[in-house]
T-cell receptor, first 115, second 115 residues
């Protein structure tokens, strides 16, 4: 069974500062994928970034990067130069690869950017 | 290209009523799924399908039925609604991964209240 743990229910960050959202995972699958989604107050789920378990480099997408530490089973999301529009819920999720599409989600972190 | 669409956006039911939440995608995705989102619990998988005629249970299937007669549509049926089914429901779709990086695309969600 897979499990995702997000230990920060809420965070407050000053605008323009960098922020790290924590995510640890547990799985016995040898190959898996890790995702981060953003859910603004409007409710939609927006895909941000993906990291494969065999990827050699940490994933980056614009201001988002994923700090992947496989031995520690962590996949933290780093947002550089935070903006007011980054205020939202953030979910870490995991999927086993090779035909298993089911996503397991963490409980989320509510990020609030302070002007 | 509409992506994943869900209807209705909002619904109020009385205990014991039945209804169907509609989900459709126009991306020719094989995989479709239903999640429910409750406060403090992230998203949990209800049912999923890897193709027309094939469905399976997720983490919280009780009280819900699904069918997949076409690639495009994946309706979720509540046979006898209960207050515990008050939640936000998300439909998602993706290609079958087979190890690739495809994320799941989410619909806008349906907010259901059962009185």
């Amino acid at each position: 069974a897979q499990k995702i743990t997000q230990t920060q229910p809420g965070m407050f960050v000053q605008e323009k500062e960098a922020v790290t959202l924590d995510c640890t995972y547990d799985t016995s699958d040898p190959s898996y994928g890790l995702f981060w989604y953003k859910q603004p107050s409007s409710g939609e789920m927006i895909f941000l970034i993906y990291q494969g378990s065999y990827d050699q480099q940490n994933a980056t997408e614009g201001r988002y990067s994923l700090n992947f530490q496989k031995a520690r089973k962590s996949a933290n999301l780093v947002i550089s130069a935070s903006q007011l529009g980054d205020s939202a819920m953030y979910f870490c999720a995991m999927r086993a690869n090779f035909g298993n599409e089911k996503l397991t989600f963490g409980t989320g972190t509510r990020l609030t950017i302070i002007p | 290209n509409a992506g994943v669409t869900q209807t209705p956006k909002f619904q109020v039911l009385k205990t014991g009523q039945s209804m169907t939440l509609q989900c459709a995608q126009d991306m020719n995705h094989e995989y479709m799924s239903w999640y429910r989102q409750d406060p403090g619990m992230g998203l949990r998988l209800i049912h999923y399908s890897v193709g027309a005629g094939i469905t399976d249970q997720g983490e919280v299937p009780n009280g819900y039925n699904v069918s997949r007669s076409t690639t495009e549509d994946f309706p979720l049926r509540l046979l006898s609604a209960a207050p515990s089914q008050t939640s936000v429901y998300f439909c998602a779709s993706s290609r079958l991964a087979g190890g690739n990086t495809d994320t799941q695309y989410f619909g806008p969600g349906t907010r259901l209240t059962v009185l």
